[in-house]
């Protein structure tokens, strides 16, 4: 089974601080997603990375950057976390052109 | 500019009837289909899938319809359980993009 693992289930992050959220595929796929879900708006999409040291951004990627060092492992930077970013942030990964994987998660509340 | 949407926040049903979920799109390009579901707390899950070139694709309880010159689809699940009490998405691609665009959600809420 494919396995997406986030780092954090729930976060608690003061306004102004530097916000790392880590996410891991073990199932050697191509493509990694940072979406964020917000009721009434669905799950809008940040950035998306097709390899290695590639970025792209999504729909909604002010506020956010991205790393993607190694294959397997596709990391979401807040750089200075503001309030309007608490909200359900999920991250999935994808062969070319199937279905999207999820991990579980990161409920995180800015203070 | 919601390219896909979910017309309907929330849908009840009775335990055993069907369960009917929308999904209408604006771009007539898109040729992959997905429905996923999820539980609060928890990442949405892969259900069922459609490639443009059908216009059906049926799993267990669970059948998809896509109407391209409606540019819709629909998720339709029979007999409804009550633990498929969740909110549902829908999600559209373009080949070679490797990018999903997710409808708002529906709640489906199946009464026992």
């Known amino acids: 089974d494919v396995k997406v693992t986030q780092s954090s289930r729930y976060l608690v992050k003061r306004t102004g601080e530097k916000v790392f959220l880590e996410c891991v595929q073990d199932?050697?796929?191509?493509?990694m997603f940072w979406y964020r879900q917000d009721p009434g708006l669905g799950l809008r999409l940040i950035y998306f990375s097709y390899d290695v040291k590639m970025k792209e951004k999504g729909d909604i990627p002010e506020g956010y950057s991205v790393s993607r060092e190694k294959k397997e492992r596709f990391s979401l930077i807040l750089e200075s976390a503001s309030t309007n970013q608490t909200s359900m942030y999920l991250c999935a990964s994808t062969k070319w052109d199937t279905e999207a994987f999820f991990g579980q998660g990161t409920r995180l509340t800015v203070v | 500019d919601q390219q896909v949407k979910q017309n309907s926040p929330s849908l009840s049903v009775q335990e055993g009837r069907i369960s009917i979920l929308n999904c209408d799109y604006t771009n007539s390009m898109f040729d992959y289909f997905l429905w996923y579901k999820k539980y609060p707390a928890e990442g949405p899950t892969f259900l069922i899938s459609i490639s443009s070139i059908k216009d059906k694709n049926e799993d267990g309880r669970f059948t998809v319809f896509l109407n391209k010159s409606a540019k819709h689809l629909s998720l339709h699940i029979v007999p409804s359980q009550p633990g498929d009490s969740a909110v549902y998405f829908c999600a559209a691609s373009l080949s070679g993009t490797y990018k999903y665009i997710f409808g708002t959600g529906t709640r489906l809420k199946v009464l026992a």
């Open positions: 199932m050697d796929h191509e493509n």
